[in-house]
C-alpha cells in the first residue's frame, strides 16, 4: 500500500534537498534556500508518512496489485456528500473577507459570518451522515 | 445530504455484450435525483458539474482576456495610434497576462478537465473531498470576479504587468483598489489551487480502482498527479508572497522596498518559484491531454508509457530549480546553475516530443480535429520549446530579455496549450454532453488558430530580434517594425475569429445534437466505459484492469497483448510468424 506513492515523494523531496544544498552553498543567496528546504519538507513529510504507512499495512491494498479484479474491492468505498450548499457559503464569506481587504474592514463582519456559519453547518451535516 | 457508495462489482456495462462502442447506448442507471438548475449549480459536489463550471468559467475569462489582446494588438497596428491612453495599455496587458495565466489557462487544465476526468480514470466515484472541491470552485470564481472589478474602480485595474515586481507594485507606485483587488484575486485563486492539488493527489493516491496500478493509470491521471504535487509546492510560496505584499502596501513593512531595508528583488525570487513550475503546472494537463489522444487517433497504445512518466517527474523535479532564469539581467543570480538546470529540463521535454511522434509512428492515423489540434499543440510546442533553449542561455537572454522575442517565446508555448486545451474539449465534449461536435466546423477552427498563432508569433520572433522592447503602447517609426506588427495583428484576428468558430460549433451542436454513445473514439480509458454523461457517483460496473487501456482491451478482446511501447502491425505480425 502506497510503496510507489511514498517513493515519489521522497525522491522528490530528496532531489529538493540536493539541489537546495548545491543552491546554498554555491548561489549564497537565502530567499531560494529557504524556499527550496521548505519543498525537502514537502516531499519528505508525506513521504515519510505514506512510507510508515506502507510498512505497516503490508502493501495488500486491490488497487496496488495487478492481479486484482474488480470484486476484489467490492464494499464501501467512502461517504461522499452529494449536495452541499456550505462550500459556497464558505466561499462567499471568504470572497467578502477579500473585499474588505480593499473596501473597508465592514466587510469582514458579513464575511467572518458566512465563514462560521458555512463551518457550523458543514460540520453538522456530516455529523447527520453519520459517516464522515 | 451524505451517500454511502459501494464500489461496483460487475463489468458489464449492459446486457449486450463486451462492445459498447458508437452504440448509441445511454444509461440513466444510478441517476441522481438531487436539486435541479440554480439550487444544483449552488450546492452540487459532484466532480463532473464543478468541473464543467470550471471549464465554462474558465473558458469564458480565456474570451474576455482574449478581447483585450485583439485591444493590445490593434493599437500596435500604428507606431502611434491613440486607440488607447499609455495608462489604459499598461491596464490591459497586465488584465490580459493575469486573466489569461491565472483564470483561464491553469484552471482550465487542473482544475476544469482534470476534476472531470481523474475520477473517471482512475475508477472513482468522485474527488476525494468533494466539498473542498466545490469550495475550491467557489474560491476560483469569486477571485476571477475579484480581479474583473478592478475595471469598475476609480483608477482602473492593475497596470503593473502580470508578474507585479516590486517597487511598481508599492502603495506609491500603484496606488488605489485595482492592485489590491489584484492581490486579493490571486489569494483566492491561490487558494482555490491549493485545494485543488491536494484534492487530486488524495483522489489518486486513495480511490483507484482494483487493478488500476500507479503504472496502469492514464498518463493524462499520472500527469495531473505530478502537477498536484508541484501546485502544492508553488502556490503557498505565492500566496505568502501576497501577503507580504499587501502588509507592504498597507501595514508599513518595508520587506520588498528598499526604505527600510527591503529587497525589491525577494519579490521576483518569491514569484517565479511559484511562475516556473507553474508553466509546468500550466503545461503538464495539456501534455497528458494529448497523450490521450495521440494513440487512439493512432490506433496504438502510447510509445513508451514508463518514459513518459519518468520524463514527467524529472520535469517536476527540476522545476524548481530553474525560477531564476527570468532574472538573468538582474545580475543578481547564479547563472551557471539557473542555465544548467534550464537546458536539463529540455530533456525529459524532449523525450515527450520523441514518445508522441514514435506513437503516431506506422499508425493508421485519423485527423479528427481533436487529433489536428494535438498535432498542432505538439509543432507549435516544439516552436515554443526550442525558443526556449535559446533563452536559457544568458548570453543569449541578455540580448533578447524583455523584448518581443521572449513575448512570442511564451505566446507560441501559451497557444500550443490553447490548442491542447481544444484537443481535450473536442475529445471529451461526447463523454460530458452526449453530443459530438461539429467535425467540420472545428478543422476550420483548427486551421485559422494553427495559421493564426503562426502568423501572430513567428513576426514576434524576428521584431524581437530588431530589438523591439515589450509593453510598449507606441513604437519608433521603423517601417520593418510596422510590417511585423501589423502581421502580428493578422494573426492575433485569426485567433480572435477561430474562438467565435468554436462558440458558433457549440451552438450548431446544441441545435442539431449527433448523439455521442459510450465511447464514440473506441478510445482506451476507464472514462469511457460509462454512459456519456456519466451518472451520479460515475460506474454501474467496472472492466478488468489488466494494462493502462482496460476499456480497449475489454472491447478488442481478441487483439494481441502488446507491451509497453509496441505498435500494432508489428505485435500483430509477430503474433502471425508464431501460429505459422
Known amino acids: 500500500m502506497l510503496k510507489q506513492e511514498s517513493i515519489i515523494l521522497l525522491f522528490l523531496g530528496f532531489f529538493f534537498g540536493m539541489m537546495g544544498a548545491v543552491y546554498w552553498f554555491w548561489g549564497h543567496e537565502d530567499g531560494g534556500g529557504v524556499m527550496l528546504l521548505g519543498a525537502l519538507f514537502l516531499g519528505l513529510l508525506p513521504g515519510t508518512y505514506y512510507f510508515w504507512w506502507f510498512r505497516r499495512s503490508g502493501g495488500n491494498r486491490p488497487e496496488d496489485r495487478s492481479d486484482a479484479s474488480i470484486a476484489d474491492g467490492a464494499g464501501v468505498v467512502d461517504a461522499f456528500p452529494s449536495t452541499s450548499i456550505w462550500p459556497f457559503v464558505l466561499g462567499m464569506g471568504c470572497f467578502s473577507v477579500v473585499l474588505a481587504l480593499v473596501f473597508g474592514t465592514w466587510l469582514a463582519v458579513p464575511g467572518v459570518a458566512l465563514i462560521l456559519s458555512a463551518l457550523i453547518g458543514a460540520t453538522a451535516e456530516s455529523r447527520r451522515g453519520g459517516t464522515v | ?580
Open chain 2, 1 to 580: 445530504m451524505t451517500d454511502l457508495i459501494e464500489r461496483p462489482t460487475t463489468s458489464t456495462p449492459d446486457e449486450g455484450g463486451p462492445s459498447n462502442v458508437d452504440d448509441g447506448h445511454h444509461s440513466d442507471h444510478g441517476d441522481h435525483h438531487g436539486p435541479s438548475g440554480l439550487l444544483k449549480w449552488l450546492t452540487s459536489t459532484d466532480h463532473k458539474v464543478i468541473g464543467i463550471n470550471y471549464t465554462v468559467t474558465s473558458i469564458v475569462m480565456m474570451v474576455i482576456g482574449g478581447a483585450f489582446a485583439e485591444v493590445i494588438r490593434a493599437q500596435l497596428v500604428s507606431p502611434t495610434s491613440t486607440l488607447v491612453t499609455l495608462q489604459q495599455y499598461n491596464q490591459l496587458f497586465t488584465m490580459h497576462g493575469s486573466v489569461m495565466i491565472y483564470l483561464f489557462v491553469g484552471p482550465f487544465a487542473f482544475a476544469g478537465l482534470a476534476n472531470y476526468l481523474v475520477p473517471l480514470q482512475v475508477g472513482a466515484p468522485d474527488m476525494a473531498f468533494p466539498r473542498l472541491n466545490a469550495l475550491s470552485y467557489w474560491l476560483y470564481l469569486t477571485g476571477s470576479l475579484t480581479m474583473v472589478l478592478g475595471f469598475f474602480v476609480s483608477g482602473g485595474p492593475a497596470a503593473f504587468g502580470w508578474v507585479g515586481y516590486a517597487p511598481l507594485t508599492s502603495a506609491i507606485n500603484a496606488p488605489g483598489a485595482g492592485a489590491d483587488l489584484w492581490i486579493g484575486a490571486l489569494m483566492l485563486t491561490g487558494f482555490s489551487a491549493i485545494f485543488s492539488g491536494v484534492n487530486l493527489i488524495a483522489t489518486i493516491f486513495y480511490l483507484r480502482a482494483p487493478g488500476m496500478t500507479l503504472f496502469r493509470m492514464p498518463i493524462f491521471t499520472w500527469n495531473m498527479l505530478v502537477t498536484g504535487i508541484l501546485i502544492l509546492l508553488a502556490f503557498p510560496v505565492l500566496t505568502a508572497g501576497l501577503i507580504m505584499l499587501y502588509c507592504d502596501r498597507h501595514f508599513g513593512t518595508h520587506i520588498f522596498e528598499v526604505q527600510g531595508g527591503g529587497v525589491p528583488l525577494l519579490w521576483q525570487h518569491i514569484f517565479w518559484f511559484w511562475g516556473h513550475p507553474e508553466v509546468y503546472i500550466l503545461a503538464l494537463p495539456f501534455f497528458g491531454m494529448v497523450t490521450e489522444i495521440i494513440p487512439v487517433f493512432s490506433k496504438k497504445p502510447i510509445f513508451g508509457y514508463k518514459g513518459m512518466v519518468f520524463a514527467t517527474l524529472t520535469i517536476a523535479a527540476l522545476s524548481l530549480g530553474v525560477w531564476a532564469h527570468h532574472m538573468f539581467t538582474t545580475g543578481a543570480v547564479l547563472l551557471p546553475f539557473f542555465s544548467i538546470m534550464s537546458l536539463l529540463i529540455a530533456v525529459p521535454t524532449g523525450i515527450k516530443l520523441f514518445n508522441w511522434i514514435g506513437t503516431m509512428w506506422g499508425g493508421k492515423l485519423q485527423f479528427s480535429t481533436a487529433m489536428l489540434m494535438a498535432i498542432g499543440f505538439v509543432a507549435t510546442f516544439l516552436i515554443g520549446g526550442i525558443t526556449g533553449i535559446y533563452l536559457a542561455s544568458p548570453p543569449l537572454d541578455f540580448f533578447t530579455h524583455d523584448t518581443y522575442f521572449v513575448i512570442a517565446h511564451f505566446h507560441s508555448v501559451v497557444m500550443a496549450l490553447t490548442m491542447g486545451a481544444f484537443a481535450g474539449i473536442y475529445f471529451w465534449f461526447p463523454k460530458m454532453t452526449g453530443k459530438m461536435l461539429h467535425e467540420g466546423w472545428g478543422k476550420a477552427q483548427f486551421w485559422l488558430l494553427f495559421i493564426g498563432t503562426q502568423v501572430f508569433t513567428l513576426p514576434g520572433y524576428l521584431v524581437g530580434l530588431h530589438g523591439m522592447p515589450r509593453r510598449m503602447a507606441v513604437y519608433p517609426n521603423n517601417p520593418s517594425w510596422q510590417t511585423l506588427n501589423q502581421w502580428e495583428s493578422v494573426g492575433a484576428l485569426l485567433i480572435g475569429i477561430s474562438t467565435l468558430l468554436f462558440v458558433v460549433n457549440v451552438i450548431v451542436s446544441y441545435r442539431k445534437p449527433i448523439v455521442a454513445g459510450d465511447n464514440p473514439w473506441d478510445a482506451n480509458g476507464l472514462e469511457w466505459f460509462t454512459s456519456s454523461p456519466p451518472p451520479h457517483h460515475n460506474f454501474t460496473s467496472l472492466p478488468p484492469i489488466r494494462s493502462e487501456r482496460p476499456v480497449w482491451d475489454y472491447n478488442h478482446p481478441d487483439a494481441p497483448a502488446l507491451g509497453h511501447g509496441h505498435h500494432e502491425p508489428a505485435a500483430a505480425a509477430a503474433a502471425e510468424k508464431v501460429e505459422a
